[in-house]
């Protein structure tokens, strides 16, 4: 399906959409062995949305079963990597035919704005697929500076089955940034999206089987992460698991790890991510529209979301002042509408742990100069205003904890190592975003932040090229994106000839 970003357009496509509730196993898709169902809400009406099979152990038991039996087939595998990249191409054409229908199932099944759905998170997730794919028949193995009568090969071989276990923030594009190298590199896997959003990734699945993935090499269980997420990690069938979520579920998946199989576990974690503007930055604004952007889209459920303003003290009213005037543009309502920047949160419990944050703030003294309320509540969805704090003390819970909604603390120093340490000043390390016109304070600073991923003089997380990933409690083992992700998922092979 095609899609207008036009409202009469996506009002007409809505009923049209027809949802894929059940697992998906061995190439076709089943009820839960137990039969159960759950109701996945939309949380623009806090109303069911879809009722899907809710999965337990023994659905991820057959799940794996068929991964592995695709895997020691070799129906995948072992196939060359120019026909490994054919079928990963198929998939991505298809997701750009299909790129209204999944942009639309992202946006009633996560509450995201349909603008960012079909201009972002559907044409990149295509596009990570296609990176992904292009770069295998162009990466080499090594041959070792041996003697004369050996030849020493390092070849990377795919690692077996592999879990991937998915946030609701970005269904489709998590997926796509866990399964396109995981699936380059000749890997089966079994696929749990969040339990909140996983009508896309279902529907992905079967684009990828009509793009010729063989039956079992992509298996999706959707259910409960406590229950099939934890027996996902637990399985001794099951070589390594990639995750993306909170800090809180990392910690326990290495446990299930040493507890089990001693399977890899890659992480990618929570964020408190800092925005450092110097008094040497530019365009004010400009720099207040990047700060906005980076706090406030996605609602702020975003693990790089710029959550901390760390301001040079003699900038900070009139930067503050031009936020507040650009905050109109972010439009909170129906992410249905295309004019909406900001839609509801995932939940109700996440739209209260939000208010929660919001109360703490005011409570521990934080001057709140924008929104912090809940609003549109007659329409029955978990939205909230986008907030600003100004006065935050780096002591405060809102400056140190990851609240994962559209909260801004703002911050001031007064000298660069003051602000270098204010940044650092957090267990995570995913990305951070400063703003100078100092080219070497710029390079000097941007090594000083202990992140994975530092902007200059903008917000972004970098594109397919670049790898993604957290220092500190942001990460563990890994990186998405870029030829990186690949090596995570493969084994590496000495094959030493003795050649006299
Ligand atoms: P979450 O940790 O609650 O859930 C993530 C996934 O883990 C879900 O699929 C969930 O069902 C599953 N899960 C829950 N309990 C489990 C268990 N005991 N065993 C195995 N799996 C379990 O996180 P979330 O609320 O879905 O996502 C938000 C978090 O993700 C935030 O902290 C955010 O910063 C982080 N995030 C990080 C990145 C990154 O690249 N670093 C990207 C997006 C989101």
Redesign the pocket.
Known sequence: MTLKLESKAIKAAVPQLKFRTQAFIDGRYVNAIAGKTYDSINPATGKPLAQLAACEAADVDAAVKAARRSFEQGVWSTRSPAERKAVLLRLADLMEQNVGELALLDCLDAGKPITDCLTMDGPDSAHCFRWHAEAIDKDYAQVAPTGPDQVAMIVREPLGVIGA??????PLQ?AA?KLGPILATGNSVVV?????TSLSVLRLAELAAEAGLPEGVLNVVP???????????KHPGVDA?A????????R??LQ?SAESNLKRIV?????KNPQVVFDDAGDLDYIAQQALSCVFWNMG?????GSRLIVHRKLKNKLLARMIEFSKDWIVGNPLDPATKVGPL?EAS?LNKVLEYIESGKQEGAKLVLGGRRTLLKTGGFFVEPTIFDGVKPTMTIARE?I?GPVLSVLTFDTEAEAIALANDTQYG?TASLYTENLSRANRVARAIRA?TVSVNCFSEGDATTP???YKQ??FFGR?KSIFAHYQYCELKTIWMQLT
């Open positions: 276990i998915l946030p609701w923030n970005f998590m940034w749990k999206p969040a339990r909140q259910g409960s992460g406590s229950v099939i997420g934890a027996a996902l990690c698991v995750f993306t979520g909170s800090t809180e579920v990392g326990l998946l299930y992480l990618e974690l929570g964020g459920e975003n693990c790089s979301s995932i996440h990851e994962f995913l994975g993604f990933g957290g942001s990460g998405d």
